[in-house]
């Protein structure tokens, strides 16, 4: 039973055309890794499972995206009750400048949840899960932004954790952290997926290896291969990938 | 030959830098130099705590709190109007508006600063007046009312353009997080983008209201001369700027003390302004302190 | 209603109470503006602009208050430009961050929030008396020059700014000196910028009123100033003079010489933003 159904989807910034009728399934608790090079659309296409391309001036999109059988574009379904079952997380950790407590219920009072006691529930286990708890439960006051960059970035899985999505999307989430840092994000990722789907867009081929059951890869707005990550990356159909992934190009 | 141009060339352009620093030093001199006589014939205490401003009567007293008080009543009301307006602007330009409203808009809003004060009083006082008395039945042809609404619209530009680019300062991934979880753009402007950029909204607002307290042409023409102590918006009320134009079109002799009157209240509008000013200042280089 | 349509609701009615604010300003504007020309369209002839002042409102005219105003505006440019361009090439171009390139940034930013009646106070002793030279055109063009140099300043550094940095690197490597390169290349570069704060900055001060009024400008001027020396009014003081009398025929005099003072500043205005994007489009190469 797939959770993600990916149809005829092409996206367009003004005349730019960066997607071309991608098709893709995927399957509820599994990681799937979207690797390419840059501009090569896997981001935006990362983007639309959560409409976060909404605001963007000039976007515009054809084709279907479904999440549990709905269709997410559809004029009845209202977008922040989609962000909510599908969150995000970001690059660069992008903590608000608020307390750490504060970040972390945030998903929950924009719900309107007021309950002290449910909140803090939510904060221990969000934090818990995202294998931060242990190191800020003390300082749950303090400024985010007082935390390292790792920590940072894991407070804003947590934070998307919070709300108790069914899908986390990940953009690039250990680009700008350093290696230890990124061995506990993949391991958190790893974990997470017994409850979570996942979908991670990454630069780095050994965590999408390491971390991911399929892998896609994009070019130039196309869909080139979307295969098991262990086929994928030891048997590539495709030259192209079979390029990018040796590090020909890219 | 060239070294030595190249040199005498640097040190007339750092004259013309120097010359701002000439003009500062002008105007405290200036402003100290005349209000120490004033002040050696008027105590300082009679000047702070008097209540009454009658220095051009025969009876002559020298209290400034009627001219602050009308400064700082009409300021209220100005900030009453502007802020509100000027924020809402800011957040609806930065978090709403489409790129080709805001490009359209802008320049239009700095049309609202750009009218000269004087036009702003002619409006205070035959069009906005007149409108308001409809309502107002016991408002006077020259009230605080008219004058601080009409300032308020003229700092409205002010408001929102330095208040929007400290919202616009705001990196735009704490705005991708906020609606990543199911927020409205109403929700993200008030619960991340407002409160992120709060040091800067102050600033704007400081700067605003220093800058009414200095506006001079609007109540001149609109609020009256009638230094009171009063916080009724129907009032005539008189400003420390209304007063030194007050001054200025009479014949007061260079020298009497009446003379040096306008330079004891100006010193006082200056020490408010330059405070204001300073308190901005700070606060600016705190929050961009914070984003950097 | 559930969380999400209510949060909804708000959302929508923001974008509204948005929309309005952000019109309320330009709205109130244009009706004041669609006043004064319904009271004083028709006072504008010939006869209004070139008639001297005169007691009697359908005889008086503003020969006096317009030509003061572009003697002001003359004046103050050949003061204002030189010295306020010339400090902002120094801060921007020469200034290596000393103590005291920032002291006189913080100066500067200072003085620029002064209110305009205390450079009144400052040119009344200043220019008036200790420089004798009188309630003259000269007086008010050095006050005025004062008043707008911040504005000039600021807007000069900005455009310096923007000129990248690649342009004085080439002029240096092809063995210019500095000034050769600030002269040749980085001026003109960000001349189109300069322009527009000049601009905006003159068009501040032919609308100030007060500061002129301080140094002891005249409503009532019966000649045309011939010399920098002259007494002088200038259309802000004489709208004033108008606006402060009772008869409603000087109310219709005013609001004729708002029209005209309106039309100057706009026309200035229109031509700084104009300069600006032009600008803007080409330094962005």
Redesign the interface.
């Known amino acids: 039973m797939k959770q993600i159904e990916a149809k005829n989807v092409n996206a367009y910034y003004g005349d730019n055309h960066v997607l071309k009728n991608i098709n893709m399934d995927i399957m509820p608790n599994s990681v799937t890794a979207f690797i390419g090079p840059s501009g090569c659309g896997k981001s935006t296409f990362l983007r639309m499972f959560?409409r976060?391309n909404d605001?963007i001036?000039g976007f515009r999109k054809e084709g279907e995206i479904l999440i549990d059988g709905i269709e997410i574009y559809h004029k009845n379904v209202?977008?922040?009750?989609?962000?909510?079952k599908v969150?995000?997380v970001?690059?660069?950790p992008?903590?608000?400048?608020?307390s750490v407590y504060e970040n972390v219920v945030?998903?929950l009072?924009?719900?309107?949840v007021k309950n002290k006691k449910i909140l803090s529930e939510v904060v221990e286990r969000s934090l818990t899960q995202a294998a931060l708890w242990e190191e800020v439960k003390d300082s749950l006051n303090k400024s985010a932004l007082s935390l390292s960059g790792g920590q940072q970035q894991r407070l804003?899985i947590a934070?998307?954790l919070a709300?108790e999505p069914g899908i986390i999307l990940m953009d690039e989430p250990a680009a700008s952290l350093d290696p230890i840092s990124t061995a506990k994000i993949e391991e958190l990722i790893t974990g997470l997926k017994k409850n979570y789907t996942i979908i991670i867009v990454t630069h780095n081929m050994q965590q999408a290896t390491r971390v991911s059951d399929k892998t896609a890869f994009f070019y130039v707005g196309e869909l080139i291969e979307y295969e098991q990550t262990a086929k994928l990356f030891s048997k590539p159909v495709n030259a192209k990938t079979e390029n990018y992934i040796s590090g020909r190009f890219g | 030959m060239g070294k030595l141009k190249e040199k005498i060339i640097e040190s007339l352009l750092a004259v013309s830098g120097l010359l701002t620093i000439l003009t500062t030093i002008g105007i405290i001199w200036v402003l100290f130099s005349e209000s120490i006589s004033f002040f050696s014939h008027v105590p300082l205490s009679d000047f702070l705590f008097d209540t009454q401003w009658t220095p051009l009567f025969v009876n002559k007293q020298y209290g400034i709190l009627p001219l602050v008080c009308g400064t700082f009543l009409i300021s209220i009301i100005a900030i009453l109007v502007a802020m509100p307006i000027g924020l809402t602007i800011a957040v609806y330009l930065s978090e709403y508006a489409p790129q080709k409203f805001r490009r359209v808009i802008k320049p239009l809003l700095e049309v609202l600063a750009a009218v000269p004060t004087v036009v702003y009083g002619f409006f205070a006082l035959t069009v906005l007046t007149p409108f308001l008395q409809k309502f107002i039945p016991d408002l006077g042809s020259f009230n605080a009312l008219s004058a601080g609404i009409v300032m308020g619209i003229m700092i409205i530009p002010l408001v929102s353009s330095l208040s929007e680019d400290a919202l616009y300062a705001i990196p735009k991934s704490l705005r991708e997080a906020s609606y990543g979880m199911g927020a409205t753009r109403f929700q993200t402007a008030f619960k991340v983008a407002v409160p992120a950029a709060s040091s800067g909204i102050v600033v704007s607002v400081i700067l605003a209201i220093a800058r009414a307290i200095g506006e001079t042409m609007i109540v001149t023409i609109a609020a009256g001369q009638r230094p009171v102590i009063t916080i009724d918006p129907r009032d005539a009320v008189e400003t420390i700027t209304a007063y030194i134009v007050q001054v200025s079109l009479g014949d007061v002799q260079h020298g009497s003390l009446e003379y040096q009157t306008i330079f004891a209240v100006g010193i006082t509008l200056f020490i408010f302004t330059f405070i204001l000013n300073n308190i901005s200042f700070w606060a600016k280089k705190k929050y961009h302190q914070k984003y950097e | 209603m559930s969380k999400v349509k209510i949060n909804r609701i708000k959302d929508t009615i923001f974008e509204y109470v948005g929309i309005g604010s952000t019109l309320i300003g330009l709205v109130v504007l244009a009706i004041f503006i669609g006043n004064i020309l319904v009271e004083g369209l028709g006072r504008i002839d010939l006869d209004f602009l070139m008639s001297l002042p005169s007691r009697k409102p359908e005889r008086a005219g503003i020969l006096t208050a317009w030509t003061g105003t572009a003697w002001i505006l003359g004046l103050t440019a050949l003061i204002g430009i030189p010295l306020g361009v010339s400090a902002g090439v120094y801060l921007e171009e020469y200034g290596k961050k000393t103590r005291l390139t920032s002291i006189i940034e913080v100066n500067i930013a200072n003085l620029a929030g002064v209110p305009s009646i205390i450079y009144g106070l400052l040119g009344l002793e200043i220019f008036v008396r200790v420089l004798n030279f009188g309630g003259s055109l000269l007086a008010g063009a050095f006050t005025l020059a004062l008043l707008i140099l911040p504005i000039i300043i600021v807007s000069t550094r900005e455009a310096l700014k923007a000129v990248p940095d690649s342009l004085r690197q080439a002029s240096y490597g092809m063995g210019a000196t500095k000034w050769q390169t600030t002269w040749y290349q980085v001026l003109p570069a960000a001349s189109g910028g300069i322009m527009t704060g000049i601009i905006l900055a003159l068009s501040r001060a032919i609308g100030e009123t007060a500061p002129v009024i301080v140094i002891g400008a005249l409503a009532y001027v019966p000649f045309v100033a011939q010399t920098p020396m002259d007494e002088f009014t200038v259309l802000p003081i004489q709208i004033f003079n108008w606006v402060s009398r009772p008869q409603h025929a000087f109310i219709t005099n005013a609001a004729a010489g708002i029209i005209i003072l309106l039309f100057l500043t706009f026309v200035m205005n229109g031509i700084a933003v104009y300069l600006r994007n032009k600008w803007q489009k080409k330094i962005n190469w």
Do not use: D, H, S, W
Not at chain 1, 78 to 84: A, G, M
Not at chain 1, 94 to 98: A, G, H, I, V
């Open positions: 959560n976060m605001y001036e209202k977008v922040e009750e989609l962000r909510q969150g995000m970001f690059q660069t992008n903590p608000f400048p608020k945030y998903g009072k924009v719900q309107g804003c934070r998307a709300v």
